[in-house]
């Protein structure tokens, strides 16, 4: 049985191969040793504690979640040999471990739930009954999963094993954030700033599973709160949500900060009160070509 694991958390542009490999050698060197060492042997079980991190990847992980994947490449790699082998993703446990509190509320926001050590005891008694190579073993609030998969393309997968159906699903506060964002139309525009300001800011904090009284820096770049290029796709939909604005995929990269995200947000918000007096011709209309060709004041 390999259980061992270390974590040394940072965001891809500041991921360093020292850092990278330290991290993936206890996962890689270490299940590849136990596979090495042991295939000449009869065994009962060859088990891999893996993590829900090669499924559906964390914040600031990704070298722990390539190396568990790899573990569970090995798994089956040993099981197409006729070896036994079982790679289980779990999920977090409580109490002391190796994930963070930051890590348990990114993963509640998820829908998946803390492990009890006695549960989990009792759910690797069930995985080493069954004869399957890989589990992904958590608690889940199924309905939340559900809901956050809509909204989070990285955790279809998941919603999609529990038999979540496909499509889009409507967030059930959509109606009362649609309200929430309209107010700030009305607001004056220092006070507007104010609250756009910190909207993003509470956003930023959902999004990454940072505590709601978390202080967070406004002009420090996104990936280095814990935005990183999995949960930049969270942030972009839960922004077009509750603004309720078309967005474009750029905009994290062209606006790295909330500082400027607020700035950006606020110019969108006035533009969009102003009324469009836009014409419009079509050339196959009889005179509009020279229309368009000709200067036109429309007044509203």
Known sequence: ???AGILEDNTVSKLEWTSFARVQAPKVEGSWNLHTLTQDRPLDFWVIFSSVASLVGNPGQAAYGAGNAYADALAHHRRMQGAPALSINWGPWKGEGM?????????RRWGLLPIDPSEGVE??????????????AAPLDVDLLMERSAESPHLSLMAELVGGPKGRIPSPGGKAV???????????????????????AD???????????EPVRVDARLETIGVDSLLTVDLLNALSRFFGLNLPATILINCPTIELLAK???EEIARNQKPDHTLLLDRSVPGGADLLNSSVSVSP
């Open 178 to 200: 649609a309200n929430e964002a309209s107010k700030l139309k009305d607001l004056p525009d220092d006070q507007r700033q104010a609250a756009v300001l910190e909207h993003v």
């Open 203 to 213: 956003l930023v904090r959902s999004v990454t599973g940072m505590e709601a009284s």
């Open 1 to 3: 049985m390999h259980a």
């Open 264 to 266: 950006y947000l606020c």
């Open 123 to 136: 759910m690797l008694g069930q995985l080493l009954s069954i004869d399957i190579g890989q589990a992904w």
């Open 99 to 107: 994930s963070s509190q930051h890590t348990h509320n990114l993963y």
